[in-house]
């Protein structure tokens, strides 16, 4: 009797061994690995995402010609929005000032209506055009002329004219606002109107395109010049041998008073330098930007 008992004891408990293993087996998973939720706070190495480039860094100084003012100031601020790490500062003192300050390191960019001259072949200044700058004659608006000859817009800067009736005005004295030796405007209009030749020394002198703009503005019977983004409502642009400034009549070869804007830098661009500079020559800034603020784009005179 007890030997038969304990078989069936032997066989019932071997089932129950049998019958827990499967119990065991059907109720457990392997986990699988948790991606989301990592125990040391890292990402999983199949989810990192790829690094950032580095964020530009830097300070850059611009310095020269206050008629290319207005787009690199603007440039300016939007590549700041878009590189918060980085501080440009823009000042103006002329196209002359510009060149000898990236000359001596002084500022990292140096703006000019002007290319370089011959005494800055050893240098090693690296020449970046960023645009056409219309440039216009401009008279206080009561003046009741609108149109100059070469010769009257001449004869007027020499000195040899005086008085507007001379070229078809009221009986009234010419005042002449000019800008200073350092100018690279001034260099301009001398050497496209005057054919080089010397501005009389009478008149006012004005540091600024801004600075002219505003003094023939409030001047009675008074004549100057600046590039196009400073006319305003107070003075009137004057045509030249019988033709208004536009995109066309400049690309046709039909209007000569124009600039073409350089920014030098002392050197091939690097860093915030070179960043700043391909901004301004990018497509979107070239091909948008550079017209809204009434320059025309770099490459306009590309054949």
């Known amino acids: 009797?007890?030997?038969h008992f304990s078989k069936r004891g032997f066989s019932f408990a071997l089932i129950a061994i049998l019958l827990m293993g499967v119990l065991a087996a059907c109720g457990t998973k392997?986990?699988?690995?948790?991606?989301?939720?990592?125990?040391?706070?890292?990402?999983p190495a199949g989810d990192k995402k790829p690094e950032p480039a580095a964020d530009l860094t830097?300070?850059?100084?611009?310095?020269?010609s206050s008629a290319l003012l207005p787009l690199v100031k603007q440039a300016s601020t939007e590549f700041m929005e878009k590189n918060p790490k980085v501080t440009v500062?823009?000042?103006?003192?002329?196209?002359?000032?510009?060149?000898?300050?990236?000359?001596?390191?002084?500022?990292d960019i140096g703006n000019s209506d002007v290319a370089a001259g011959d005494e800055y072949k050893d240098k090693g200044l690296v020449d970046h055009v960023v645009a056409i700058a219309p440039f216009a004659l401009i008279v206080n608006k009561e003046v009741n002329v609108d149109n100059l000859t070469k010769?009257?817009?001449?004869?007027?800067?020499?000195?040899?004219?005086?008085?507007w009736k001379e070229v078809?005005?009221?009986?009234?004295?010419?005042?002449?606002?000019?800008?200073?030796?350092?100018?690279?405007?001034?260099?301009?209009?001398?050497?496209?109107?005057?054919?080089?030749k010397e501005f009389t020394k009478d008149g006012v002198t004005q540091?600024?395109?801004?600075?002219?703009?505003?003094?023939?503005?409030?001047?009675?019977?008074?004549?100057?010049?600046?590039?196009?983004p400073y006319l305003n409502d107070t003075i009137k642009a004057l045509k030249f041998e019988g033709v208004a400034f536009s995109k066309d009549t400049i690309k046709d070869g039909k209007y000569p008073l124009y600039g073409i804007e350089h920014m030098?830098?002392?050197?091939?661009?690097?860093?915030?330098?070179?960043a700043f500079i391909d901004y301004i020559s990018s497509p979107d800034f070239q091909g948008k930007k550079v017209e809204e603020l009434k320059f025309l784009p770099a490459n306009l005179l590309k054949k």
């Not at 392997?30 to 990402?43: F, S, V």
């Not at 690279?184 to 109107?193: A, E, F, H, P």
């Not at 600024?208 to 100057?224: E, H, L, M, Q």
């Open 58 to 64: 830097g300070t850059v100084t611009a310095s020269g």
């Open 168 to 196: 078809g005005g009221k009986d009234a004295k010419i005042v002449v606002v000019h800008r200073p030796d350092s100018s690279g405007s001034r260099t301009l209009v001398k050497q496209i109107v005057l054919d080089n």
């Open 30 to 43: 392997t986990a699988a690995p948790d991606t989301k939720a990592p125990t040391n706070g890292a990402a």
């Open 89 to 107: 500062n823009v000042t103006a003192g002329g196209s002359g000032t510009g060149l000898k300050n990236v000359a001596d390191g002084t500022s």
């Open 1 to 3: 009797m007890f030997k």
């Open 151 to 163: 010769a009257q817009a001449a004869d007027i800067f020499m000195g040899k004219i005086t008085n």
């Open 207 to 228: 540091e600024s395109s801004g600075a002219v703009a505003t003094t023939v503005g409030s001047t009675a019977n008074s004549i100057g010049y600046v590039d196009t």
């Open 264 to 274: 030098y830098t002392k050197g091939e661009a690097k860093g915030a330098v070179k």
